[in-house]
């Protein structure tokens, strides 16, 4: 007789050394019909975590995606159980979406471990489901793939394409210049989301489901496929069958979240033009898997990797054309020609990423451009730091010649801007003020927003790119600089200094910032500074200390008071501190 293979879900449905207990866990899960053969012989449990919901519209299609992975699943011989995932729209929560990216990690991690499950498909999608689903994976560590429900087609008005996310910027200029009304705004803004899927613009969501797929813990060439397309179907029903494999080869998130595939993840987020957020998400994944990667590994592997796909917001097109140009895919092939890939990452389908991807070709040059036509030559973060912060990221390649001629200090040093801050406590200080004639906002000024970090602001808010003023926008200054300590939407094109850490609330500099002070920013040491002295620096702090630190408003649900009781910075991911040290949990069951 050959020995029964070991399965974790045999603790729960086939332990013979106690058969009350065995008899309980089983018998529920007789009632829709399941058998005692199938949960009780040599067929893995696989959980499908379900993200799709009528309150998560950009994951809705997950809902019935899952069949066709219950149908994988089912083929190689394994059992599908479904299960709800605790919603995150990205456009749907308040205050914000980012808030419940820990709250449904905490939750998905509780399931993952207490629960009959031997693998799991993580259904991924909108912004912060995909990091929610992969730090679970990683802090309970059994076999995970994850499956995105793709991206919508392409949003298209008067002829122009219009991206999901991107179009609401142009809109909303549009609206400050009288050029369009509220109804043709809405309008407007509605063409970007023509379908189902998650938005077709290289915004927060795009990025990391490519980024799942550059980790390896996702099938090659599945991130790119639009949500309607038949292709996503049958990726479906492939990554159904292929968690039951890895189930019967052992293999973990640990296997796969490696070193060399975050090195990877950064590379990728630099050539696809990713969103700000990923370093966030990508470090809380790390960290949750135990491996070593901080805000500094992104300036370092990530900077001077080019700019290749031309997506909104940083270029022309949208997801439609990602997929037919080749995907992430094709991407790798060419990162791969300049040896920026470690190619021996192992991924979900038990191949290295170079087997996988080597030889993907780019199908629509302009849309994936090669090294020598890319868009521009050093597209990842740059890392700053100075009296303001210790840490906060910037894109330098969305700075303009403009921005530059606006801002320069010294003509002899082409890197290094100044200019007069206007600063804001919050989103609603912000939209209160921004407006206001006496706070004499001009093209030399540099808008700060603080309170807005995952304690300031529960989950820290999406709002450091802020709008100019009406009155300037009309004259034809469309964008100021914007710095602060919380984030940025993917999909914004702003040239912004943000994720500030630590943030106002946690003692940072950027509280001791007044409306009117000079600041500097050198790009070249990396520096942003409030140009006053040590010791005006030194009173202001102490002024602060005695007012009891950075006022903040209060919270409103238990939740935001639990998550600000114990959550880390943006510069380290924004992780729930306690929850650090719980990893690979599944394996001491
Ligand atoms: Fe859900 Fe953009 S809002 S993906
Ligand atoms: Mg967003």
Known sequence: ??????????????????????????????????????????????????????????????????????????????????????????????????????????????????????????????????????????????????????????????????????????????????EIDYKGFIELVASGSPSAGYCNTMGTATTMNSLAEALGMSLPGQAAIPAPHKERAAMAYLTGKRIVEMVHEDMKPSDILTKKAFENAIVVNSAIGGSSNAPIHINAIATHIGVELDVMDWERVGLDVPLLVNLQPAGEYLGEDFHHAGGVPAVVAELIKHELIHEDAITANGRTIGENCRDAEILAPEVIRTFDTALKKSAGFKVMHGNLFDAAVMKLSVISPEFRERYLSNPDDPDAFEGRAIVFDGPEDYHHKIDDPSLEIDASCILFIRGTGPIGYPGAAEVVNMRAPDYLIRKGIRELPCVGDGRQSGTSGTPSILNASPEAA??????????????????????????????????????????????????????????????????????LKPAVKYKKIARTF
């Open 506 to 575: 946690a003692g940072g500099g950027l509280a001791l910032l007044k409306t009117g002070d000079r600041v500097r920013i050198d790009l070249n040491k990396g520096r942003a500074d409030i140009l006053v002295s040590e010791e005006e620096l030194e009173a202001r702090r102490e002024a602060l200390d005695d007012a009891g630190g950075y006022h903040y408003p209060q919270s409103q649900t238990p939740w935001q008071e639990m998550q600000r009781s114990c959550v880390d910075q943006l510069s380290r991911g924004m992780v």
């Open 1 to 178: 007789m050959p020995e029964k293979p070991k399965l974790r879900s045999h603790q729960w449905f086939d332990d013979i050394t106690d058969p009350s207990a065995t008899a309980l866990y089983i018998e529920r899960y007789l009632t829709f019909g399941l058998t005692q053969e199938e949960l009780q012989g040599d067929k893995p449990i696989i959980g499908i975590a379900q993200t799709g919901s009528d309150l998560s519209p950009c994951n809705r299609p997950h809902v019935e995606l899952a069949k066709r992975v219950r149908e994988g699943i089912r083929d190689a011989g394994g059992v599908a159980l479904e299960f709800p995932i605790h919603p995150i729209q990205e456009t749907g929560k308040r205050p914000t979406a980012s808030l419940d990216r820990n709250l449904a990690y905490l939750s998905l991690v509780e399931v993952l471990y207490g629960y009959p499950l031997d693998g799991v498909v993580l259904t991924i999608g909108c912004d912060k489901t995909t990091p929610a689903c992969l730090m679970a994976a990683a802090t309970v560590d059994i076999p995970a793939i994850a499956f995105s429900g793709g991206p919508m087609l392409n949003g298209w008005y008067k002829g122009q394409r219009t991206g999901a996310g991107t179009i609401i910027w142009e809109a909303r200029k549009l609206l400050a210049t009288g």
